[in-house]
């Protein structure tokens, strides 16, 4: 077996490729380092079957010899970063889905595509089906991301349907585990960042809208579990459990045993009310579900912030 990830030195893309290392495959590694970093996989790099490539996926693209899986999970993630590249997020949700999917066909290799919760929006129908349509803004903050992800869903489907290519596409709800930036503007990360360092915890709105967050071992899982099969997708992976952002701010405050107060601040432009993914379809083509409870996870993930945070001290707030 021999896997190409697209945004594989990013986070969760960093984890696919540790994981199919360790299943035994010999891995190609391609990202833009726009937002992700060869940080996260220095590890992997002495491995004999891993192999990294600097490569802008809406440029020229070109992998020699055999590839059995392509992964693409190549795009920014988070609203920070959309909202800092809307162009490029765009650009590698189209033209660089495209060339991914172009570079499966010519190798016979199944694809799977990393689209997101997001192509839901702000959603009309709880918890979230594979079959719900969605209820996004075209012309929101938020479309670069949500609508690269739809028109990416949209090519894929055709490539399966018109060429034949063998693809799959899963709906990736909040995960979250270490390597994620501390800054990068998600709540998980944001929140522990704060809560370890003495910052206010900023909670956007009054706290009541909800995500359900998915440890990344159990993400990963999910995702190979769907690349092992045939099934076309779209399936959600996700943790059904939901929480809200208030509930998540105390259960972080609680187990780092932080002071920090919590803070509410301004609520972004289109920010999602609700989020919790229907499973049962993943259940049911991938035997898959989340394994790992929310406690643990964050745990786990708090632990490698407080290593990556050590000696970190955040500027000093200017008060009027």
Known sequence: MRALVTGGAGFLGS???????????????????LTGGPRNVEHLIDRPSFRIVECDLTGYVHVPGQVDLVLHFASAASPADYLRYPIETLRVGSVGTLHALGLAREKGARFVLASTSEVYGDPLEHPQRETYWGNVNPVGPRSVYDEAKRFAESLTTAYRNSR??????????????????????????TFIRQALTGEPITVTGDGSQ?????????TVSGVLAMADSDFGG????GNPDEVTMLDLAVTIKELTGSSSPIEFVERPEDDPKVRR?????????????ATVPAGEGLRRTIEWFAAELKGFRPAARVTA
């Open 234 to 237: 779209p399936v959600n992976l």
């Open 164 to 189: 034949g290519t063998n693809t799959g596409i899963v709906r990736i709800f909040n995960t979250y585990g270490p390597r994620m930036r501390p800054f990068d503007g998600r709540a998980i990360p």
């Open 210 to 218: 909800t995500r359900s967050i998915c440890y990344v071992d159990d």
């Open 277 to 289: 993914p229907d499973t049962t379809l993943a259940a049911e083509k991938l035997g898959w579900t």
């Open 15 to 33: 984890h696919l490729c540790e994981r199919l290392l360790d299943r035994g495959a010999d891995v190609v590694c391609m990202d833009s380092f």
